[in-house]
């Protein structure tokens, strides 16, 4: 709508000398103040009898000229400091963004006016100041983004194949930072618009008889109340372009960014979202600590609803560990966020299932109940410890942080109590430790902070979520000794999510192999890795590479999968 709308408004200004209008500069007293719908007067005169409407529409033509062009002038000049400074960093960068806090540092507007002052009124000048001033915020964007992007690995990549800085920013940097800038450009053009009428509003644009839309306004509003039209219709065509042009820049802001456009930027709900009229299968395991029955998860993306997982069901008793496996997008993940009420709403909703904690429906817990099991009841260790823990924190305060959101301690038992976790996980020299933050600790020792967390409150069940990808096979070796340990000392369920047969078959005591959202094989682990009965079982058994089967082993995958092709 908002580029429609500015289509239009911008058509009927490049149309102005084509169209059958008046004179804009013509005077005429006898017909001054003529109402709207005069005869010959479509939307009558101003004090000097001139035709309204034939000033709009040059009027307009000149605003906006005006407006995009120091639009441009601002954004090229901006665009330019913020790619040089976050590029290059260092004394550069502090050089040059203090000069652009001391932009900023005036009012923009009273800047603006200083610099109309200084070089004089007129519609040029009035351009230069509005641009000026505008300088900053692209500067001050480009540069944010400009930032991350110069150490990235692509850029790296580029720096040592021989590029030159000229054209590592040209041909890696300045593609990534342009829809920052087109972002910028259209929601920043509205304002520079109005800030440009301003000038004229007060006498520093555009000069008798040239008219724009904010000289139109200034000399109307002698008339405000004799003739309220006289200023009223410029003031419309002000908000008009205006809001056009700030509609136009959201549904950019939008195109160039899809997750916006489909609500998965939205800010989450404290619980997954759960349809009204879902199916609620019964309980078929009361005995099991955590039993899900019939789950189906989903997302909605720009009003159309898909499925993640689609009728899943798996349960857990006291001590076991369910292995659930499959390739990457198999809804593993889905669905043990869907246990607590993790996934995302929006876009995510749980469409049908029960999920039933010790007998109770989770889904039907109020907020409150269901946010006192998580972290009590059931814990999560994720894949990568790096997102998950926070960076500004030590890792000691964070493990307290996750005590204390179940157990009333004071400050001294909660660091202790802190230490001892660290200790019990295997971190040496604990208490010392605790002091640093993520990023000065190893993959293997964040990844047993995720476990201390976890093990914080005691939990009845443990969902890891691929706890291991990421390690290297030693510490992997340690990650899993330390959840096998854990399990048969504390008696805890532990939901192992992986893709890898080979911890399956060292920790899980049953296996549910996923595909497509659907748990396709359950089973003993033993029973089901020496006798599988699922063709896609087989092909991801197939694919586990054994020592000393050389070139046998590619012919071994072709064979299975031939085998699995076959009507």
């Known amino acids: 709508m908002g580029l429609v709308l500015l289509s239009l408004l911008v058509l009927v200004a490049l149309l102005a000398p084509l169209l059958p209008l008046p004179d804009p500069d013509a005077t005429a007293p006898a017909e001054r103040l003529q109402p709207v719908l005069s005869q010959g007067h479509l939307l009558g005169t101003d004090q000097l009898g001139r035709d309204i409407l034939s000033r709009l529409t040059w009027g307009s033509r000149v605003s906006m000229a005006v407006g995009f062009a120091a639009t441009l002038v601002a954004a090229a000049i901006g665009s330019t400091i913020g790619l040089v400074s976050g590029y290059a960093g260092g004394r550069t960068d502090n050089l040059m963004m203090r000069g652009v806090d ?218 076991e560990c369910l292995g659930l496996i499959g390739e990457s997008g198999s809804g593993k993940s889905v669905t043990a966020l869907s246990i607590m009420g993790l996934v995302n709403s929006p876009p995510g909703v749980i469409r049908n299932g029960g999920i039933y904690l010790h007998g109770d429906d989770v889904h039907s817990m109020p907020d409150t109940r269901l946010i006192s099991c998580r972290g009590s009841r059931v814990a999560y260790i994720f894949q990568d410890p790096l997102t998950t823990l926070h960076p500004m924190h030590t890792i000691g305060r964070q493990v307290e942080e996750a005590i204390s959101a179940h157990q009333r301690l004071d400050r001294r038992a909660l660091q202790e109590r802190s230490v001892a976790l660290l200790e019990r996980v295997g971190i040496r020299d604990a208490r010392e ?63 192992f999510i992986t893709h890898d047969f080979g911890v399956v078959a060292e920790i899980c005591d049953r296996v549910a192999v996923m595909k497509d959202g659907v748990v396709v094989e359950t089973g003993p682990t033993q029973e089901l890795l020496a006798d599988p009965q699922h063709d896609y079982t087989k092909r991801l058994i197939a694919c586990v590479p054994e020592i000393g089967r050389g070139s046998d082993f590619l012919a071994r995958v072709r064979s299975v999968f031939d085998a699995g092709n076959k009507p």
């Open 433 to 495: 430790r605790a002091k640093h933050y993520p990023h000065q600790l190893s993959g293997g020792q964040r990844q047993r902070v995720g476990i201390a967390m976890a093990l914080a409150n005691d939990p009845d069940v443990i969902v890891a979520d691929e706890p291991t990808t990421a390690l290297d096979v030693t510490v992997q070796a340690q990650i899993l000794g330390l959840l096998k340990e854990l399990r048969r000392e504390r008696g805890m369920a532990l939901l």
């Open 102 to 319: 001391m932009l900023m540092a005036f009012p923009y507007i009273l800047l603006a006016l200083a610099i109309v002052a200084a070089l004089g009124p007129g519609l040029m000048n009035a351009l230069y100041a509005i641009a000026i001033v505008n300088i900053p915020f692209f500067a001050r964007n480009v540069r944010g983004v400009t930032l991350g992007l110069s150490h990235a690995e692509f850029v790296d990549a580029a720096r040592l194949s021989g590029k030159g800085h000229l054209s590592i920013i040209t041909t890696e940097v300045l593609p990534n930072v342009l829809p920052v800038i087109v972002i910028t450009m259209s929601t920043t053009a509205g304002w520079m618009i109005l800030e440009t009428a301003g000038l004229s509003f007060l006498g520093l644009g555009a000069q008798p008889p040239q008219a724009d839309l904010g000289s139109m306004l200034g000399e109307g509003r002698a008339q405000l109340f004799t003739a309220p039209q006289v200023s009223i219709v410029p003031g419309v065509m002000i908000f008009l372009i205006v809001i056009s042009l700030n509609v136009l820049g959201d549904g950019i802001r939008d195109v160039l960014d899809p997750r916006l456009r489909s609500g998965a930027l939205l800010r989450p709900g404290p619980r997954t979202e759960v349809h009204s009229d879902r199916a609620q299968p019964a309980n078929g395991f009361p005995s099991a600590v955590l039993n899900v029955e019939g789950l189906e998860t989903g997302f909605v993306r720009n009003g159309h609803y898909s499925s993640a997982v689609k009728a899943v069901s798996l349960h857990l008793h006291p001590g």
